[in-house]
């Protein structure tokens, strides 16, 4: 891009300057690799390879989990809640998550109960025997 020549982005105007795009950024050091680069890839992997071989729900129940899981995949949370912030029932929520567990998407780290505290869950990208 020429010097005079700048891009529009929603109502704003960013030249390559402004938005530190000259070689390396605006201190001339490579940025740092973001953590989020690998929920990046996972969500990528999720969509273009296994949510095609799943039902609707179940993509649905796994984004969800996606979204609440930390850097690991791991997710504490009942099965209630994730049925509320689905919108759907708890039996359909439930059979969501078994086909997840039978697509090898999905584990149960430790089981939960009245007693025991939400369920806990690790998700996956890719089935388990896909490399």
């Known amino acids: ?4 020549e700048s891009e529009s982005y929603i ?3 960013v030249t390559p300057e402004a938005d530190g795009a000259e070689a390396g950024g605006a201190k001339g050091r490579a940025a740092a690799p973001k953590k989020s680069a690998g929920r990046w890839a996972m969500l990528n992997t999720f969509a273009d390879v296994t949510a095609r071989t ?3 729900l179940a993509g649905a129940v796994w984004y969800q989990l996606f979204r609440m899981a930390n850097s690991d995949g791991r997710v504490q949370l009942s099965q209630a809640e994730l049925a509320r912030r689905i919108g759907k029932s708890e039996r359909a929520t439930f059979t969501a ?8 998407v999905l584990t149960v780290v430790h089981r ?3 007693n025991a505290g939400p369920t806990i869950y690790r998700i ?3 089935r388990k025997d896909d490399r």
Do not use: F, Q, T
């Open 1 to 4: 891009m020429k010097p005079d």
């Open 11 to 13: 109502g704003r105007v």
């Open 54 to 56: 799943l039902p609707l």
């Open 97 to 104: 998550l078994r086909k997840l567990e039978e697509a090898g």
């Open 112 to 114: 939960g109960s009245m």
């Open 124 to 126: 996956r990208a890719r």
